[in-house]
């Protein structure tokens, strides 16, 4: 009796549950198909197929055959997936690859695809809008630099950021204080780095013939090196070569805050009567702003951050709102090679906000429901 | 040739990289990932100039006694500690450099000086938030909704009555000053806050304050940073041309073609 009784208890404890779904095998994939990975460097085969009908698998198993090995099993995959990529493969070989939707005991395998081989791409097809308005963009700039080649007058609206330099420089001059100068804490890579090395040299010219003292500490070395150059040879352009001190142009330190707290003493000790902060700036926009604001020095920012901009605006004088900094070296100089791209560029907004403003009313009218045909047209443009 | 050689080295590079950015073959990825290397290379000399230029300007201060000359031999002993202490008991975990210099040092002092960004935040606040012009008007009333939007409390007011309570300190400030530019506003409020009620059959709308937040940050606030943006992109775009091409030459410190 004792012998029965625990016989039917350990039937009750391990018997699993019935379940139905798995008494059937798993339907095998459908639709598998394998092709070479668009727009890459080669040596890659996407795969793709969708669950079939019946009972879902509990993996997925992904055969590949061809050289060098002639049959393997690459990947097991999970059963939501319905892709996968195969970075092992060589180009211009041909491979054949089976799925396999796996559960239980049970590996039911599609059939083979038809031979694909992998190659590297000439051409990256999705990058071809960014190409496209590359094109029209440089068409515009190329046009009215040669407009302005042939001199035809450019206007260009004022920036009240720009004009002021000559007041700063000039303000430096009759107190006999120095100019600060922060080329931002970006490396030479960053275009608003380039941006503000290029207003560098506009400003050391004014500041030679002025003759104030410019200091320019920086953060970056290379910015350092390309900085101290630019000055030396504004100042050989002022026809003041000998007014260049090698050491007003500086390198700190790399560390972010290190260097703001070096820029912090320096406008504490030196009572700068000019500040410019143009250039890449990260969480120390403020710091050394408000720091040039106690010390009672005019400030003029500019940086393509839009997170730091509410700092500059609050605490400096003038703001280089974004594309002011770019502008600002053409500005300056009113070289009119200058002025003739910024034209360009506006004229590239335009272009801009004429799509925007389509979209926007393409969009709108393609919700009327007698006006799908609108909806036709944005689907044409979207982005797949 | 001074000038033409660094021109005609930015053209091709330039030109070379734009074409890069289109092409996915591994001769164009292999070419990126070089340069890259002569970017970094170029970095570590310019980093021993960098040094230099720090040593430099530092024993300058001292020899001629200027004012703060004390900090440039704490800079210059600092440096040099730090240097001897990486060189001779090298930088790895649980080294002098890892646990002294840099755990227990430079990063509490970073810290500090994030930490000051609050009070200058504070001051700047301030600064931005008196009313005196409209705009500024207008970016206080924006501000402190945002604000009340994101602390647990603003989650029971309702826009409505945060109007009515702005409405009324208008009218109390427009009697007290006797501004008629704040009666006017004062006025426009009131008319608006009615049309509004309107609309809702008289009764309180059901517009909370975190929402009134949320359609602040992702409306106008967004719309207006998209703007710059754009132009941010056009203008870097620009930039890069005229620099590529040589229109642009401040870099080199100016000068006609």
Known sequence: ?384 | MKRSIPLAICLIMGAAMMVQFFVPHPVSVGFYDLTMKWVRIVGAFALVLGTGSLVMYHVDRIQRRKTGRYYSIVTLTAAAATAVIGLGWGIKPGSIFQDVIFSNLLVPLNASMFAILAFYMASAAYRAFRARTREAALLLVAAFVVMLGMVPIGAHIPFFWFLVVLAVALLVAGLVTRSKALMVGTGALVVGLLVWMGFWKFKVPQLMLPDTAEWVLSVPNMAAKRAILFGIALGGIATSLKVILGIERGWLGGGKQ
């Open chain 1, 1 to 384: 009796m004792i012998p029965f009784l625990i016989l039917l208890l350990a039937a009750g404890q391990v018997a699993p549950p019935v379940d139905t779904a798995r008494l059937s095998p798993p339907a095998p994939p459908a639709g598998v198909t394998a092709f070479d990975t668009p727009n890459d460097a080669g040596k890659s085969i996407t795969l793709s197929w969708s669950a079939g009908e019946g009972a879902a698998p509990e993996a997925w198993l992904v055969e590949r055959s061809g050289p060098p090995e002639s049959t393997k099993v690459v990947a097991a995959t999970e059963p939501a997936d319905v892709g996968y990529l195969d970075e092992g493969v060589t180009n211009r070989t041909k491979y054949t690859y089976r799925i396999a939707a796996v559960a239980g005991a049970d590996t039911i395998w599609s059939g083979p695809t038809l031979p694909v081989s992998s190659s590297a791409q000439l051409f990256n097809t999705v990058r071809l809008n960014i190409l496209i308005a590359m094109v029209v963009f440089f068409t515009l700039i190329i046009y009215y630099i040669e407009s302005a080649k042939k001199g035809k007058s450019l206007f260009v609206r004022r920036i009240a950021g720009l004009d002021a330099v000559e007041e700063a420089v000039g303000r430096a001059t009759e107190m006999g204080r120095p100019i600060i100068y922060v080329p931002g804490l970006g490396s030479v890579s960053d275009i608003a780095t380039i941006a503000s090395l290029n207003i560098l040299g506009e400003v050391a010219k004014k500041v030679a013939q002025y003759d104030s003292a410019l200091l320019v500490p920086n953060r970056d070395p290379i910015v350092y090196t390309v900085a101290s150059e630019i000055v030396k040879e504004s100042y050989a352009k002022a026809g003041r070569p000998d007014a260049f001190k090698a050491d007003s142009v500086f390198f700190i330190t790399s560390e972010q805050f290190a260097y703001a707290a070096a820029v912090d003493g320096l406008m504490a000790r030196e009572k700068p009567a000019t500040n410019f902060f143009l250039g890449m700036f990260w969480a120390e926009s403020l710091v050394l702003a408000e720091t040039g604001a106690q010390t009672g020095a005019i400030q003029i920012a500019g940086t393509d951050s839009v997170y730091q901009l509410p700092f500059f605006i609050t605490a400096c004088d003038y703001t280089l709102i974004g594309e002011e900094l770019y502008a600002a070296s053409a500005y300056l100089s009113r070289e009119p090679l200058l002025l003739g791209s910024l034209k360009g560029q506006d004229y590239g907004k335009l272009v801009i906000l004429a799509v925007v403003t389509l979209g926007s009313v393409l969009l709108l009218l393609s919700k009327i429901p007698a006006l799908g045909f609108f909806g036709r047209i944005i689907g044409f443009f979207s982005v797949r």
